[in-house]
């Protein structure tokens, strides 16, 4: 799971990136509203922690226009004691959750475990279809019509984010952000051997034509065409 924090306080940000990867989550971390925009809008993330009170771009504002551009993912909201009015209009414009600052750390790993069980539950349990093809998330299993596949943790990453995204086109950089983490030092061609491998685990079920080249850009999962 992957997990977007946008708060601006550096210690605090620090300190939320540490315990949430304590935890076994992926994170990335921004100090501003247009930094958070931005990787927010590669849709490579489960949840985003979003603080109301940034630079650049206040988190409503953000939160309204991901909204907006149908990005649908939890958003747990951070606000400041006495900002009832935030609240609110947080929670009207699409914020899932909130929690009023200064909170406690195991508070807030609880709300996010809820979300995001919350958000499994809404895709059958944690499982994701498309065809023949399907993938189990809180289990990390990946099947063909029911059999099971026996795949890396870095081929089920691939598999699960191209059935999230099926008939669209992604880029090898979305893909190589969500798999291998924004800061990863490994470049595009990675992905291309990833898709090597996820092709010949699917051929012996005839399921490798799912994932299409799409020259100069990157890969798009789609049954025919």
């Given at each position: 799971?992957?997990?977007?924090?946008?708060?601006?306080?550096?210690?605090?940000?620090?300190?939320?990136?540490?315990?949430?990867?304590?935890?076994?989550?992926?994170?990335?971390?921004?100090?501003?509203?247009?930094?958070?925009?931005?990787?927010?809008?590669?849709?490579?993330?489960?949840?985003?922690?979003?603080?109301?009170?940034?630079?650049?771009?206040?988190?409503?504002?953000?939160?309204?226009?991901?909204?907006?551009?149908?990005?649908?993912?939890?958003?747990?909201?951070?606000?400041?004691?006495?900002?009832?009015?935030?609240?609110?209009?947080?929670?009207?414009?699409?914020?899932?959750?909130?929690?009023?600052?200064?909170?406690?750390?195991?508070?807030?790993?609880?709300?996010?475990?809820?979300?995001?069980?919350?958000?499994?539950?809404?895709?059958?349990?944690?499982?994701?279809?498309?065809?023949?093809?399907?993938?189990?998330?809180?289990?990390?299993?990946?099947?063909?019509?029911?059999?099971?596949?026996?795949?890396?943790?870095?081929?089920?990453?691939?598999?699960?984010?191209?059935?999230?995204?099926?008939?669209?086109?992604l880029t090898k950089e979305q893909l190589?952000?969500?798999?291998?983490?924004?800061?990863?030092?490994?470049?595009?061609?990675?992905?291309?051997?990833?898709?090597?491998?996820?092709?010949?685990?699917?051929?012996?079920?005839?399921?490798?034509?799912?994932?299409?080249?799409?020259?100069?850009?990157?890969?798009?999962?789609?049954?025919?065409?």
């Amino acid at each position: 799971m992957r997990i977007l924090v946008v708060e601006d306080e550096r210690p605090l940000l620090e300190a939320l990136a540490a315990v949430l990867k304590e935890e076994a989550y992926q994170v990335d971390c921004a100090n501003n509203g247009s930094d958070g925009m931005y990787l927010a809008q590669q849709r490579i993330h489960d949840l985003i922690v979003l603080d109301i009170m940034l630079p650049e771009l206040d988190g409503l504002t953000m939160l309204e226009e991901l909204r907006r551009q149908g990005v649908s993912i939890p958003i747990l909201l951070l606000t400041a004691r006495d900002g009832v009015d935030d609240r609110g209009r947080g929670l009207d414009s699409g914020a899932d959750d909130y929690l009023v600052k200064p909170f406690a750390m195991p508070e807030l790993l609880a709300r996010i475990r809820v979300l995001l069980r919350r958000a499994a539950g809404s895709q059958s349990d944690g499982e994701i279809s498309y065809g023949a093809l399907s993938v189990k998330s809180q289990t990390m299993e990946g099947y063909v019509n029911g059999e099971p596949l026996r795949l890396t943790l870095k081929e089920f990453e691939l598999l699960e984010y191209l059935l999230l995204n099926r008939e669209q086109i992604l880029t090898k950089e979305q893909l190589l952000d969500r798999v291998w983490g924004i800061d990863s030092e490994a470049g595009p061609g990675v992905v291309d051997v990833y898709i090597h491998y996820l092709r010949k685990k699917l051929a012996p079920f005839g399921c490798d034509r799912f994932i299409h080249t799409v020259r100069g850009i990157g890969y798009m999962l789609k049954e025919s065409g």
